[in-house]
């Protein structure tokens, strides 16, 4: 009986686990230095780009308060607390793929893995994203 209820409690903690998984990479979160911001639901896949709703559902999104161009996430795969994401622009010409990084404090850590530069046009020149951006979540 015992292996019988240690077991049934396993299955239940595994099932748990990868349900939450699924449900951490979800919400906004905002860089105020950088004015970037990331907008994600990686589980439900149904975020809308404002003012773009032209590309239907997406994974999310990433943009800065001080121009209209996004990068749209066009995949995800999540393990644990990491999301490998591949990302486009607008205009569809360049993509590049990251790291997303679920840390401890609610936090996000973005780190770029390969492909084109994260940039937004700001003031009629390229603002360069570095490569690791950590973003917090909106309202922080």
Not at 72 to 91: D, F, K, L, R
């Amino acid at each position: 009986m015992k292996k019988y209820l240690l077991t049934f409690i396993a299955v239940v903690f595994a099932t748990a686990m990868m349900a939450q998984d699924k449900n951490v990479f979800q919400g906004k979160f905002k860089n105020e230095e950088l004015k970037i911001s990331l907008n994600i639901n990686f589980q439900e896949k149904n975020v809308k780009v404002p003012g773009q709703e032209i590309f239907g559902d997406v994974e999310g999104y990433m943009d800065s308060s001080q121009c209209t161009h996004v990068w749209v996430i066009v995949s995800s795969e999540v393990e644990g607390n990491t999301a490998v994401i591949e990302m486009v622009n607008n205009y569809g010409s360049e993509d590049f793929s990251a790291l997303l990084t679920l840390n401890a404090d609610g936090s996000l850590t973005y780190k770029h893995l390969k492909g084109s530069t994260l940039k937004f046009p700001v003031n009629r020149k390229w603002q360069k994203i570095p490569q690791k951006v950590t973003f917090l979540p909106a309202g922080h």
